[in-house]
C-alpha cells in the first residue's frame, strides 16, 4: 500500500506515453518550447513501462490512465496498452480523439472500456484556432464511433473565459440525446502556458451559467473522484466540473504520476520528480523510491499555491508544461 503522511491511500497511475503531441494546444504545449525540446530525450521502452507498472501494481494501483503528449501517437502504443491489460486493474485512457479509429479493436482487446476525449468546442473553425490543426470533424466521427462501439466517453473541456465559455449550454445540449459525459476543467497553470487569473471560468460561474437554462440535480461522488458530477433530467449523458483552481480536490487525491521519461511526481503541480527510469536502468530496486516519492507528497496543490486562485502568481510556479508533465 502506498500511503503518504497524510494517510491517502495511492492506487491510481497515471503513465505518459509519450510528451509528443499532434495537436498546437497552446495553453498545454507552449509555443515557445525550444526547437530541439524532443530531440534525443529519453523515453521508457515499452519493456521498462510494463516492468514498472507491475511494481506499483504489487503495491496495490487499481487504476491506470494511459495519457501524454497524445499517447496514441506513439508506434508500440498499443504493445502498451495490451501488456498493460494483464494486471489487475481498470485501464482508462485520455486522448485527443484523432486517432481512436484506428485503435477500437486493441482498446477492445485490453479491456478498456472508458475514454476520455479533449474537445474544447463544437465549433470547426474555432477548433482550428485552439489546435492549431484541422481534426475537428474526424474527433467528431470518432467520438461517435466510440458510443456505437459502446465505449463510456467522457468529454474533456478545459474552460477558458473568452475562449469558450461562451458553449458551455451548447455542450450541455450535447448530453441531451447522447451518452456522453461532459467534464468542464478549470484552466491550470503550466510552464509556459501563459496562464493568468482573468482567463479562470470557475466552477462556480459553470454552474451558474449552465442555471439559466437548465434545473440539474448533483450525483453522488466517489471518495477519490476530481469531478464533481451532474445531470439534467431528461438528459442520456451528464456533467461533471473539475474544480482544481477554485475548490481543489487534494484531500481525497489517489494519484501518482510517471512522466514518458521516468520521472515519478506525487502532484500535477508538484516540482518534487524521482528518478525511477535511471534506478530501474542501474539494476536498482524502485521500490523504495516510489515509497519515498509517496511519502513526501504535499497535503496540497503540490505545495505550490492555494485555493485563492485569483492571487496566484504563475511566474512563481516551478513546474514542467502540460504536455511534458502527461494530464
Ligand atoms: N493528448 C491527450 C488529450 O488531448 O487528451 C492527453 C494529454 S492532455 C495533456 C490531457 C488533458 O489535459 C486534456 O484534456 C487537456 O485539455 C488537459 N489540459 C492540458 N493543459 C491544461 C491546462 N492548462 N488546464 C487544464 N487542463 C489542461
Not at 38 to 45: D, T, W, Y
Amino acid at each position: 500500500m502506498l500511503k503518504d503522511s497524510f494517510d491517502r491511500n495511492h492506487d491510481y497511475l497515471r503513465i505518459s506515453l509519450t510528451d509528443k503531441c499532434n495537436l498546437r494546444c497552446t495553453y498545454c504545449n507552449p509555443i515557445d518550447l525550444p526547437k530541439d525540446f524532443f530531440a534525443g530525450a529519453v523515453r521508457m521502452s515499452a519493456d521498462e513501462i510494463d516492468k514498472i507498472a507491475s511494481v506499483f501494481v504489487n503495491e496495490g494501483v487499481k487504476k491506470i490512465r494511459i495519457t501524454g503528449g497524445e499517447p496514441l501517437v506513439r508506434k508500440d502504443a498499443k504493445d502498451i496498452l495490451l501488456r498493460l491489460s494483464k494486471y489487475p486493474v481498470e485501464l482508462v485512457i485520455t486522448t485527443n480523439g484523432v486517432f481512436v479509429h484506428d485503435f477500437i479493436e486493441t482498446f477492445k482487446q485490453a479491456g478498456i472500456h472508458s475514454i476520455n476525449v479533449s474537445l474544447d468546442t463544437l465549433k470547426k473553425d474555432k477548433n482550428f484556432s485552439i489546435t492549431q490543426r484541422n481534426e475537428f470533424d474526424r474527433v467528431k466521427d470518432n467520438i461517435n464511433l466510440l458510443l456505437q462501439n459502446n465505449f463510456h466517453v467522457k468529454i474533456n473541456v478545459v474552460v477558458m473565459k473568452n475562449m469558450n465559455d461562451d458553449e458551455i449550454l451548447d455542450f450541455i445540449a450535447w448530453t441531451k440525446d447522447e451518452n456522453i459525459h461532459v467534464r468542464f476543467i478549470e484552466f491550470m497553470p503550466f510552464e509556459g502556458n501563459k496562464w493568468d487569473n482573468t482567463k479562470v471560468f470557475s466552477f462556480k460561474e459553470i454552474l451558474d451559467l449552465i442555471a439559466t437554462k437548465y434545473n440539474y440535480i448533483k450525483l453522488i461522488n466517489e471518495k477519490n473522484d476530481t469531478a464533481k458530477k451532474y445531470f439534467v433530467s431528461g438528459h442520456k449523458g451528464t456533467f461533471a466540473v473539475i474544480s482544481s483552481m477554485s475548490e481543489p480536490f487534494c484531500s481525497g487525491c489517489n494519484r501518482m504520476r510517471l512522466t514518458t521519461d521516468g520521472k515519478m511526481k506525487n502532484c500535477l503541480f508538484s516540482n518534487n520528480e524521482v528518478d525511477i527510469l535511471s534506478a530501474l536502468r542501474n539494476g536498482n530496486d524502485i521500490l523504495p523510491l516510489i515509497k519515498q516519492c509517496v511519502a513526501d507528497k504535499e497535503k496540497a496543490l503540490g505545495g505550490q499555491f492555494t485555493s485563492a486562485y485569483k492571487k496566484t502568481d504563475a511566474t512563481k510556479i516551478n513546474n514542467r508544461s502540460m504536455i511534458n508533465i502527461g494530464g
